[in-house]
């Protein structure tokens, strides 16, 4: 019998070249050691691991090259043998680093990083994350100072300005329906590098006449939002379009260049049984869907609109209870 899928796909699977569509993925957590994380991902994924630093593995596999990595720059480059150290802290070395190695294994996140995925093979990602679980990894509830995300950079089907246009306002009309979705825990609530974005910019972005061109459309995010620290976070798809002008408002070398969104709401809460990959994706398909659906993104910025006038539905729905209404009675949800 065939196995039903979990990952739903969107109806846009190719680029304006032909291509099927990819997806980087990058998952956080905590819970097992980290070279029992990469022993595991090795035998999951089917590949050989290959220690590049420390605290920085590769993975090579069929679906390409993951990288499993301890997210902490500071702990991932300190070197207790370095000779500029005095000897007494070196001779230390061996010793301290352990110390240090299990405390880093408990509180900073291991983070497993996706090579660009075809949207077709997120199944594998689905297996990986639910056999992680298995395993006893952690994520975001498990404490309070676990703010552990699930990050998504999903390729777009084109950069024309129309079609980010309409990418950036489905994100926007859903954020609080996603946001009640994905930030099931209070310790990433209160972060700062998920923030929506800036008010004045979603009020710009959802005029019914709001047709930039391509550098009009970057000055008007980048004046209201020049950081990484947004839910949907645009700097590296900007850094890919138009680098240079990206750099006269942002200068931040962690600003990777790709033709991708960045997603960056969703916690990571891969210790409970009920959620999974397919929790945070099918989610990002219904934003797809919207997107590529000009009469109902139209009809949805109508609602948006709407939304400020006083009247009995305003008064005793929030924009949020009003979005999903409204999803399900299109069939989105």
Not at 11 to 22: M, Q
Not at 170 to 175: E, H, K, N, R
Request: with cysteine; net charge negative; glycine share 4%.
């Amino acid at each position: 019998m065939t196995r039903t899928k979990a990952c739903r796909m969107p109806d846009v699977l190719k680029t304006a070249a032909g291509k099927e569509r990819r997806v980087g993925v990058e998952i956080e957590m905590s819970g097992l050691g980290y070279d029992e994380l990469v022993a595991l991902a090795a035998k999951l994924l089917g590949g050989t691991p290959v220690l590049q630093s420390r605290y920085v593995t590769t993975l090579k596999t069929e679906l390409g090259e993951f990288t499993i990595e301890l997210d902490s720059d500071p702990i991932k480059e300190l070197d207790l043998a370095d000779e500029r150290l005095p000897r007494s802290i070196r001779e230390l070395g061996g010793q301290a680093m352990g110390v240090i190695d299990a405390a880093a294994e408990r509180i900073v996140p291991l983070e497993i990083i996706s090579p660009p995925l075809p949207f077709g093979s997120l199944e594998a990602v689905e297996s990986l994350v639910d056999n992680l679980r298995e395993a006893g990894a952690l994520g975001s509830r498990d404490a309070i100072y676990f703010a552990f995300g699930l990050q998504l950079n999903p390729e777009l089907p084109d950069l024309n300005p129309a079609t980010l246009v309409h990418y950036f306002q489905a994100f926007a009309l859903l954020y609080d329906w996603l946001k009640a979705r994905h930030q099931l825990d209070v310790s990433r609530k209160f972060t700062t590098y998920i923030e929506p974005w800036h008010n004045r910019y979603t009020e710009l972005l959802m005029e019914d006449d709001y047709q930039p061109d391509l550098p009009q459309l970057m000055e008007d995010y980048l004046e209201f939002n020049p950081t990484r620290n947004r839910a949907l976070d645009l700097l590296p798809l900007f850094a890919h379009l138009d680098h240079e002008r990206l750099d006269r408002h942002v200068r931040d070398p962690r600003i990777k260049s790709r033709p991708t969104l960045h997603y960056r709401l969703p916690d990571c809460d891969i210790n409970n049984p009920g959620w999974h990959f397919s929790s945070v994706w099918n989610d990002w398909v219904v934003l797809e869907q919207l997107a590529n659906n000009p009469d109902d993104l139209a009809e949805m910025r109508a609602l948006f609109h709407e939304r400020r006038k006083l009247n009995l539905h305003n008064l005793t729905h929030s924009w949020q209870e009003t979005t999903e209404n409204w999803l399900a009675r299109k069939g989105y949800v």
